[in-house]
């Protein structure tokens, strides 16, 4: 199981066709207490930049976008009661939505942990 990151600040974890998304800590630190989520519709075909998810926090709200070419299958529904789970677990429990993706190689246009962080520290 690896992870890759978008520049738009989405985690990505690739297990076979299924990728899990979120947002990075650093994202979830911008955004502040994050107090609402909602994904799109189950079944939702998406390619890459499509907006898949909104989360709001104190501050704003924030769309989240889809890292890869794929067809929408879950949204994390632990979010509905404990939206903070973007806060205090953001690339675990406060994932935000999962796809099946459509175009594997899409994943190699996506950047290396290494990548990010010496683009966003």
């Known amino acids: ?66 890292p890869l070419n794929g067809i929408l299958t879950a949204f994390n529904e632990k979010l509905t009661q404990d939206p903070a789970l973007v806060n205090s677990d953001p690339e675990g429990e406060g994932w935000i939505v999962q796809m099946k993706i459509t175009e594997p190689q899409q994943w190699d246009a996506l950047l290396t942990p290494e990548q990010y962080k010496a683009r966003h520290g």
């Open 1 to 66: 199981m690896s992870i890759r990151y978008t520049e738009t600040h989405e985690w990505v974890r690739l297990e076979g066709d299924v990728a899990t998304v979120g947002i990075t800590p650093h994202a979830a630190e911008e955004l502040g207490e994050v107090v609402f989520a909602e994904g799109k519709d189950e079944g939702l075909e998406v390619v890459t930049g499509d907006v898949v998810a909104v989360v709001e926090s104190v501050k704003a709200a924030s769309d989240i976008y889809a």
